[in-house]
């Protein structure tokens, strides 16, 4: 690296861990209140992000159970634009999470360093956003820390990091005594009152990512964190001023920025919005971006292919167990609201509130005391989100390189040894009948008919009539080129396909054909593959009500070799 402004690597130092989980740390990526990001790579050879909890924290049994939930509702986001969580370990010594790996730049940075985007440009990021808000959404997460910081900006469009994962850290120490987890120049009018929180409240802060991205000043004025949040907390009674933003840009900044969430524009609207605005397809990414970001992300780009070597070569030792070998973990400034009951989190079988909800507006003098409360507070310091660390990141504290998909690794990355368990098991999958489902265990093998909603614990999907009529896969499941164990982690990092298939897609547009090869990392963490040899349609499948295909195939699973 001959540029010391685009490293986003710097090399290990001896009381660095070389190896974690079987992962091979080649370099650190940042640093922050919870320890340490690592660059590494998996078993498959996939470049990724490998995070490390900090001892104390996981030692906190609040932690490790809400950091498990946030975990694994992360897992079964999958889509455009996103951040996958390729593996994790929440059981062990120091609990970890390894997302896969792409150089580039933060929004944060890029503003920082550059200034404000063209409007073409902020349009296109928009609707990216959005359309990965989208998907979050579906997946009953709900981001709670979007902020520029939280955009990664790479040569094949923008990223969506750290959805869902800072709610775990609601339960430590530093937040139980009802601060309110989240950035708070960047939160919507519920977060800032500590209300329950929907994905209307993610549109929000994109609305506010939107008018800082365009012209670099913030809808709610000038001056520090808590300020702004107090401002913002009283949009229903103070609407921001947009007169001075750029026409084109206002009505999007209207719909986005109203105090009612039910009132918001859907992520669906916002991204056609976008799109019209933009001038271009969403997906062009040719030019997106002003010539002297491209360039800085393909220096960074060339960088990644060269990992810094470690300033010198220490003793072997065992998988770290010090605070200085965690993860890179984030601590933001946090305004102290009064302490409000924790609302359920979104799960299986507990759907997060819909946007049509209608909302509860505190009284007048409720909305005082928070506004006193708040302008009164100390702001204190919580941990909010994964890597939004201090050293060697962005220029909002988070590491400049971090996850996105990617492309296949280079023939110099290590490959995988895989151990065949078994090969070719026959397996149906029949249509569920009507408002029942079936789950999948991938690793018995073995079916689960008319099973109940939440009781997909350690499956990898779920073929269900329940409201929503799908095919649901509850682990990143990838479309396969070949049928090697090889070809098959590759399907899997490359080829991902959206979390969930709806039965119009299944029935009028054969989503999943005869002859398609799919696989996944299951829950155990082993490798499945699943060839269709036979789709049946509904017409020829004993009249189900569900009115969905059969599909007829062979299993093969495979343990990765330690």
Aim: neutral net charge; proline residues 11%.
């Amino acid at each position: 690296m001959t540029d010391g402004s685009d490293d986003m690597m710097t090399p290990l130092s001896p009381l660095d861990p070389r190896e974690t989980a079987g992962y091979r740390l080649l370099a650190r990526l940042g640093e922050g209140g919870m320890g340490t990001v690592y660059f590494s790579h998996t078993r498959g050879g996939q470049p990724v992000a490998f995070k490390v909890i900090r001892r104390e924290y996981g030692q906190d049994p609040d932690f490790r159970r809400r950091f498990e939930q946030e975990v694994r509702a992360a897992r079964r986001v999958q889509g455009y634009h996103l951040v996958p969580v390729v593996d994790h370990d929440t059981a062990g010594p120091l609990p970890w999470i390894a997302t896969a790996f792409v150089p580039g730049l933060t929004l944060a940075d890029a503003l920082t360093a550059h200034g404000p985007l063209p409007l073409p440009a902020v349009f296109q990021l928009v609707g990216c956003t959005a359309r990965a808000l989208g998907s979050i959404h579906a997946a009953e997460v709900v981001h709670r820390d979007l902020k520029p910081a939280n955009i990664l900006l790479g040569s094949t469009g923008p990223y969506v990091i750290d959805f869902g994962i800072a709610r775990a850290a609601e339960s430590t120490q530093l937040t139980r005594s009802g601060a309110i987890v989240g950035t708070p120049q960047y939160m919507s009018p519920e977060q800032a009152l500590g209300e329950p929180v929907t994905g209307a409240a993610d549109v929000f802060s994109l609305g506010l990512i939107a008018a800082v991205s365009a012209t670099g000043r913030h809808p709610y004025g000038e001056g520090g964190a808590t300020t702004l949040a107090v401002r913002i907390a009283n949009t229903e009674r103070a609407a921001p001023d947009l007169s001075g933003y750029p026409a084109p840009l206002r009505p999007l900044l209207e719909r986005c920025l109203t105090a009612d969430p039910a009132a918001r524009i859907t992520t669906d609207e916002l991204a056609a919005l976008s799109e019209r605005a933009a001038g271009r397809p969403l997906r062009a990414f040719d030019g997106w971006l002003p010539a002297p970001l491209l360039e800085r992300i393909a220096r960074r780009e060339a960088a990644a292919a060269r990992p810094p070597e470690p300033t010198s070569t220490p003793t072997p030792t065992p998988t770290p167990t010090s605070p200085d070998a965690g993860a890179h973990w984030a601590a933001q400034p946090t305004v102290t609201a009064p302490p409000k009951p924790a609302a359920p989190p979104p799960g299986p079988g507990r759907p997060s509130a819909p946007r049509s909800a209608r909302r509860v507006h505190p009284a007048p003098a409720a909305v005082g005391a928070v506004v006193a409360v708040a302008l009164t507070a100390v702001v204190t310091w919580a941990v909010v989100s994964p890597d939004g660390g201090a050293n060697h990141a962005g220029g909002d504290g988070k590491p400049t390189g971090t996850a996105a998909p990617v492309s296949p690794p280079p023939s110099s990355s290590p490959k995988a040894a895989y151990t065949l368990v078994f090969q070719d098991k026959p397996l149906t999958l029949r249509a569920p009948a009507f408002n029942t489902g079936t789950h999948v265990d991938l690793d018995a093998p073995k079916l689960f008919p008319d099973g109940k909603i939440g009781e997909d614990t350690g499956m990898e999907l779920t073929y269900q009539d329940w409201g929503d009529s799908d095919l649901r896969f509850l682990t990143p499941m990838g479309r396969s080129s070949g049928t090697t164990p090889e070809e098959c982690r590759t399907g899997v990092d490359t080829d991902t396909l959206p979390a969930s298939i709806p039965k119009k897609d299944l029935t009028e547009g054969a989503a999943l054909a005869k002859g398609t090869v799919l696989c996944t990392v299951t829950s155990d963490h082993n490798l499945a593959m699943l060839r269709i040899t036979d789709v049946v349609p509904p017409a020829k499948n004993g009249g189900l009500s569900s009115g969905m295909p059969d599909y007829v195939t062979t299993l093969t699973l495979w343990k990765f070799a330690k």
